[in-house]
């Protein structure tokens, strides 16, 4: 089998930010069949590292991987996975932008962030409420626990199911084409 890494980029500031980039990895790996494989960059990044050596670590593993999924949850997006998400742009690296805040925000377009984070090519978006995710694995019945295990699950599945979308996309064509030509079908303009 020919596994692919993908990349999970996120803010990762909080234990329960790591805690659930390692859920969101552990199912990505279990609901693929072992087909995908998760880079969480929290896992390459000692506390001893400067901030350029955190910042040129977490390009190269972005580099490194064969798809990357951008998860684009809060009020704001985190201005790291937003940059994390344009490097993957100029490298032709298919991508995914998974939101699971059921707050909605955005401007006059259909994903919820900022409009200059979408319509890139061999992107593919996936918005999904984690309230409901979590109402529907039973909380009530197995506990909280269980439950966000069972939503985690349910998450990764889709997830799965997207990132497989996005591979089958064909890469950008750059062969024969100026710089400016190049940046203009990188950006999808």
């Known amino acids: 089998m020919n596994r692919k890494k993908v990349y999970l980029a996120g803010g990762l500031f909080d234990l329960r930010h790591l805690a659930g ?26 506390e001893s590292l400067g901030a350029k050596a955190i910042r040129d670590s977490d390009f190269k593993g972005l580099l490194d991987c064969d798809a990357a999924i951008f998860q684009y949850d ?14 993957a742009k100029f490298a ?19 994903e919820p962030w900022n409009l200059m984070c979408s319509f890139y090519p061999r992107t593919v978006s996936l918005v999904a409420d984690a309230m409901h995710l979590y109402v529907e694995s039973g909380h009530e019945q197995c506990g909280g626990v269980l439950a966000a295990d069972k939503a985690f699950a349910t998450l990764g599945k889709r997830v799965v199911e997207k990132l497989d979308e996005v591979m089958a996309l064909p890469p950008v064509d750059l062969e024969g084409v100026s710089r400016r030509e190049g940046l203009e079908k990188l950006l999808g303009v």
């Open 74 to 87: 809060g009020t704001e997006l985190d201005s790291g996975t937003v940059v994390e998400f344009m490097a």
């Open 92 to 110: 032709d690296i298919p991508s995914l932008l998974l939101r699971t805040d059921f707050r909605r925000g955005g401007d006059r377009n259909e």
């Open 21 to 46: 980039n390692a859920k969101l990895g552990e199912q990505v790996g279990v609901q693929s069949g072992g087909r995908y494989e998760a880079y969480l960059p929290q896992d390459y990044e000692p």
